[in-house]
């Protein structure tokens, strides 16, 4: 809730508000709400720019890391001027190539599971087209798969 609809809301709030330091309380706090409390840093984000980055942007360095960061959020950063990266969405893309190479390796194709399942049916042409495979998966159809799709995910969340 925030302060403006807080006094609107509550009349005791309102009543307190009229003594002075409770109302010079209460301009801080709205002058300050809704900024940042902490700052933090993106796992595997880079920004680059065309000139020193302290002349773009306030710069900190995190007491934890070597590394300095801005003080922009990733929105103000792009603002500023700074191209920013994601090197983790790389990273799982890696991660993606890596078992892709790991089936085929094995002699088998993506559709074909561990077991000798056919996970999926692919499009004429598109054997093993990473593309290919079909985002949407069917329900499941008893309970034993329903117990292995909830062991995928589980096996993914901690993944």
């Known amino acids: 809730m925030s302060i403006t609809k807080a006094l609107a809301d509550e009349p005791r709030l309102r ?38 980055i302290d002349q773009l942007v306030p710069i900190y360095r995190d007491p934890a890391s070597d590394m300095p960061a ?19 969405g790389l990273k799982t ?21 561990a077991d000798g399942r056919e996970l999926y049916t692919p499009a004429d042409g598109a054997v093993d087209e990473i593309n290919a495979i079909p985002l949407k998966t069917s329900r499941p159809t008893s309970f034993s798969r329903m117990r292995a799709r909830l062991r995928s995910f589980r096996w993914k969340a901690r993944g």
């Open 15 to 52: 009543e307190a508000a009229k003594e002075e330091v409770v109302a010079r309380l209460l301009d801080y706090a709205a002058k300050i709400e809704g900024l940042y409390r902490n700052a933090s840093t993106h796992a595997a984000g880079v920004v680059i720019a065309d000139r020193p």
């Open 70 to 88: 801005t003080q922009f959020n990733m929105k103000w950063v792009e603002q500023a001027g700074l191209v920013k990266f994601d090197f983790l």
């Open 93 to 113: 893309l890696t991660v993606i190539q890596n078992a892709v190479d790991l089936i085929r390796g094995g002699g088998r194709h993506l559709h074909i599971a």
